[in-house]
């Protein structure tokens, strides 16, 4: 695998994404596209960690990316690739989360594209980035 992802490494690929913006929501950077945030740094929380369970804990830093819509997300956690997980705050929410160290950097780039398709508004969307023929979603 190559060297982990860093939340630098995110800021440089979404900001390549067309009509994209970084900023900050709950004090923590945050990439926007027709005023959505559509991926953005997402430490648990103690509350997060205890609910895990047997799950093990993240080992480093961790993104949350927006899915098109609640069926993608149930398809995709129905085997999440390495790095993907979810918590029961994002219970009935459209996003999954991301670990940085454990994730494909292609696969999180196939991603973060999903992400910014399902938040760009249409006329920009029309003009977006090629999707990966092999990107899970």
């Not at 690929?13 to 900050?24: I, R």
């Not at 609910?51 to 129905?78: F, H, I, S, T, Y």
């Not at 994730?103 to 508004?121: D, H, M, Q």
């Amino acid at each position: 695998m190559a060297a982990p992802m860093t939340i630098d490494d995110v800021a440089a690929l979404a900001l390549g994404l067309p009509g994209v913006t970084e900023g900050t929501r709950w004090r923590k950077r945050t990439w926007f596209v027709g005023g959505a945030g559509f991926a953005w740094e997402r430490p648990l929380s103690k509350a997060d960690l205890n609910r895990l369970g047997d799950q093990p804990a993240p080992r480093g830093l961790v993104v949350a990316l927006r899915v098109a819509n609640l069926e993608e997300k149930e398809v995709l956690m129905l085997e999440p690739p390495a790095g993907f997980f979810d918590i029961a705050h994002f219970s009935g929410y459209p996003a999954v989360l991301v670990e940085l160290n454990s994730v494909e950097p292609a696969l999180f780039k196939a991603a973060l594209v999903e992400a910014w398709y399902s938040c760009a508004p249409p006329e920009l969307a029309a003009t977006g980035p090629g999707r990966p023929r092999n990107s899970r979603r």
